[in-house]
């Protein structure tokens, strides 16, 4: 037990930790992705990149065993079906990446990526029909390379899904099990990275319960907002999730 305790982070470190776990939550229950835009910057605060990373994936299976029953009903499998196998053929890449790269140089780089798509879909450019199979693979790719550098994997896929013709419900169940697939996949590019250890342990036991409140309620909100009030809470979410990744405020978050 005293060795569990030790892995905790201190203070305001586990301030941060739950908070991010809570807020992460209720944006995965509200519209079927930000957890990771939003915990894992913030969980950094208190435990690092290469922890809270990991742990976001951890802590991801308890969204996956809520949400994907419900969502396969609804999704488009066979577009999920191009995209995940776009992140099986990225994910390992940004895995690599998240060991070797400098970790001050991914944050940047995560954070222009994320707010140049949200320009994109915010332009009102839209997909027209039904786009091939080579155009799924490459946003699955790229948002399997974000996904192993940082669990970001939602900004490229959720762009490409809310630029398409479909109803919020639609969307929202294709992203989760979009996320479903890629979770397994990042699993195992990070436990052959050797990025999944005891020291996840501790944090899981405690941010976990506050995620899995957070999903709760978000779940219950998503019920009471319109498809354009869905829309406008994506694109927020998004932009703030980027702002808050940049290094620009480490010395406040810090």
Do not use: N
Not at 104 to 122: E, Q, S, T
Not at 140 to 154: E, F, H, I, N, Y
Not at 226 to 238: D, G, K, Q
């Amino acid at each position: 037990m005293s060795g569990l305790i030790a892995a905790l982070p201190q203070g305001a470190g586990l301030a941060w930790l739950l908070g991010a776990a809570l807020a992460g939550g209720l944006a995965r229950g509200f519209s079927g992705f930000g957890a990771a835009l939003i915990f894992v910057p913030l969980a950094s605060v208190a435990l690092g990149p290469q922890r809270a990373a990991p742990l976001m994936l951890v802590m991801e299976a308890v969204a996956i065993a809520a949400l994907t029953p419900g969502a396969w009903r609804l999704a488009d499998r066979r577009e999920v079906g191009w995209l995940s196998l776009g992140a099986l053929l990225g994910t390992p890449i940004g895995a690599a990446v998240l060991v070797a790269a400098d970790p001050l140089a991914l944050r940047w780089g995560v954070a222009g990526v994320i707010l140049a798509l949200l320009g994109l879909v915010m332009s009102g450019w839209r997909f027209r029909g039904r786009p091939a199979p080579p155009l799924a693979i490459g946003v699955g790719l790229a948002g399997g390379v974000l996904g192993g550098v940082a669990m970001v994997s939602g900004p490229p896929v959720i762009a490409y899904l809310l630029g398409r013709e479909a109803t919020a419900q639609r969307v929202r169940a294709s992203f989760a099990l979009y996320l479903a697939a890629g979770g397994v996949v990042a699993g195992l590019a990070y436990a052959v990275a050797g990025l999944l250890t005891p020291a996840l342990l501790a944090p899981f036991l405690v941010a976990a319960p506050a995620y899995g409140l957070g999903i709760w309620g978000g779940v219950r909100v998503f019920g009471l907002a319109s498809e354009h009030a869905f829309r406008l809470a994506c694109y927020a979410m998004i932009a703030l999730a980027a702002l808050l990744s940049l290094p620009a405020w480490d010395g406040v978050l810090r």
